[in-house]
């Protein structure tokens, strides 16, 4: 399997590319507002030189990796990051997303999560996953919308910010499996369920 480490993406709206060094303003636009971070793991960005080092460490040094999927979501009138896709490519393929606030609503995200994974499984990866906070149901919504389909419920404690967190886990899988389950969150933690 050969896949490309972020190769641009387009659909109807959005350009999906690269965040850059010159998109560390907005990149801080997106990950320095307190609404956006309440469900995130990190505290949300204080200062541009955090900015700065949240770039060089997500975004930078992913970028040298051979292959991944992390992406800034940029309309296409400006190009401009309002908000960012990932996915991971350690075992779990975890979808992950966040977008400014004045963007919510408009379907910007499913639009956008929409596309990388049309990528992804023409790039001929198994199957994603995604988690959210039981306290953030619109972000379950976005993942049914995706066609993810719920598997388990486990806590966990978060870091760096340290709380207890009960996490719903959604899984898609791309390669026809559709029995294929991923295990690692239930093993690992010592409270887990399946919701009725």
């Known amino acids: 399997m050969s896949i490309e480490n972020t190769p641009m993406l387009e659909t109807k709206r959005l350009i999906l590319r690269r965040i850059t ?36 460490k997500r975004y930078a040094a992913e970028y040298e990796k051979p292959a991944g999927y992390r992406y800034g979501i940029c309309l296409k009138e400006d190009n401009t990051p309002i908000g960012y896709v990932n996915v991971s490519m350690d075992e779990s393929h975890d979808l992950g997303y966040g977008l400014r606030k004045e963007f ?25 996953t995604a988690t959210h ?38 899984q898609l899988n791309l390669d026809g499996k559709q029995d294929r389950v991923f295990q690692k969150y239930w093993e690992e933690s010592s409270v887990r369920y399946i919701e009725g």
Request: net charge neutral; no cysteine.
């Open 21 to 56: 060094e010159n998109d560390v303003g907005a990149l801080f636009a997106i990950m320095g507002d307190r609404e956006v971070n309440t469900f995130l793991p990190w505290f949300p960005l204080k200062t541009m030189e955090e900015a700065r080092a949240f770039y060089e």
């Open 133 to 170: 906070d039981r306290k953030n149901p619109r972000s379950g919504d976005v993942m049914i919308r995706l066609g993810m389909t719920y598997r388990y419920s486990y806590e966990e404690q978060w870091q760096p910010k340290d709380i207890r967190v009960v996490f719903r886990m959604y």
């Open 104 to 128: 919510w609503r408009r379907g910007i995200m499913t639009e956008a999560a929409s596309r990388v994974i049309q990528q992804i499984r023409e790039d001929g990866l198994p199957y994603i």
